[in-house]
C-alpha cells in the first residue's frame, strides 16, 4: 500500500522554541492531507486539513498562529509548533488520501521541557 | 456533523476465540465510508477494514469482517481467531461523501487477547 513518512519520529525541545515536523507521501501525489494530535490513552483529533497549494483549514479550537501548516508540495506538508510548551506535548499524527483509503504517517512524539 | 460511538473502553478475549468490538456512527451525510484502524503500542495507524455505505456486502479482509447493520447505524468489527498480536487500540472511523474527507475517530477499544 501506499506508505507516509513522517520526520523527526521523536522530538524534545525546550518551552518556548519551535519544532517543525514533516510528513511527505512516498510513492503518490496526495493534494490533502491531514494532521493529528493524539495525548496519552485517547482518540485522535483532527487538528487541521493540508490543502497543497491553498491554506489549510483549521478545526475549531485550533490556534492556527501556532499550529502553522504549509502544503508547499503535493508529496509534502508540514507542521510547525510555535512557541511550544509543555501542553503541547503530544504524538502528532499526519494522514494522506489515496482513492478512498487514509494512510497514516508513524507519527511524531513531542516532548516540551 | 458525524459522530462515532465506541462503548468499550477495554476487551479482553482468549487467543483463538473471535471477539466483536462495538461501534455505531451518526451522519447526515446520504453517502460515507466506515473505516476501523489498529493501533499497537508503537502508535503506528493501521488500516484494517473498509466498508461503504451502498456496499451490499459485509466487508471482509482474512480475520477481519465488518458486521454492518445499516439501519441500526452500526459497524461492528469482528475479529477471529484472535492472536497474541491482536492486542492493541482499535479505532473505529467515518468520512462523508461528498464534502469534507476528513476523518472522524471514536474514541477506541483496547483489546487484550490472553494466552
Redesign the interface.
Given at each position: 500500500?501506499a506508505v507516509v513518512s513522517q520526520h523527526p519520529s521523536r522530538v524534545i525541545c525546550k518551552s518556548g522554541t519551535s519544532v517543525k515536523i514533516e510528513c511527505r507521501s512516498l510513492d503518490f501525489q496526495a493534494t490533502?492531507m491531514?494532521w493529528y494530535r493524539?495525548f496519552p490513552k485517547?482518540?485522535?483529533?483532527?487538528m487541521a486539513?493540508s490543502n497543497e497549494g491553498s491554506k489549510a483549514t483549521y478545526e475549531q479550537g485550533v490556534e492556527k498562529d501556532k499550529f502553522l501548516i504549509n502544503h508547499a508540495s503535493l508529496t509534502l506538508s508540514t507542521l510547525t509548533v510555535t512557541s511550544a510548551h509543555p501542553e503541547d506535548s503530544s504524538?502528532y499524527?499526519c494522514?494522506a488520501?489515496q482513492s478512498?483509503?487514509?494512510?497514516?504517517g508513524?507519527?511524531t512524539?513531542l516532548t516540551v521541557t | 456533523a458525524q459522530k462515532i460511538t465506541q462503548t468499550q473502553p477495554g476487551m479482553f478475549v482468549q487467543e483463538k476465540e473471535a471477539v466483536t468490538l462495538d461501534c455505531t456512527y451518526d451522519t447526515s451525510d446520504p453517502s460515507y465510508g466506515l473505516f476501523w484502524y489498529k493501533q499497537p503500542s508503537s502508535g503506528e495507524m493501521i488500516f484494517l477494514i473498509y466498508q461503504g455505505s451502498y456496499d451490499q456486502q459485509n466487508a471482509t479482509e482474512g480475520r477481519y469482517s465488518l458486521n454492518f447493520q445499516k439501519a441500526r447505524k452500526s459497524a461492528n468489527l469482528v475479529i477471529s481467531a484472535s492472536q497474541l498480536g491482536d492486542s492493541a487500540m482499535y479505532f473505529c472511523a467515518m468520512r462523508g461523501w461528498g464534502g469534507s474527507e476528513k476523518l472522524v475517530f471514536g474514541k477506541g477499544t483496547k483489546l487484550t487477547v490472553n494466552p
Open positions: 500500500g490533502t491531514f493524539q485517547q482518540s485522535l483529533m483532527l486539513t504524538f499524527i494522514s488520501i478512498y483509503e487514509q494512510y497514516f508513524p507519527g512524539r | -
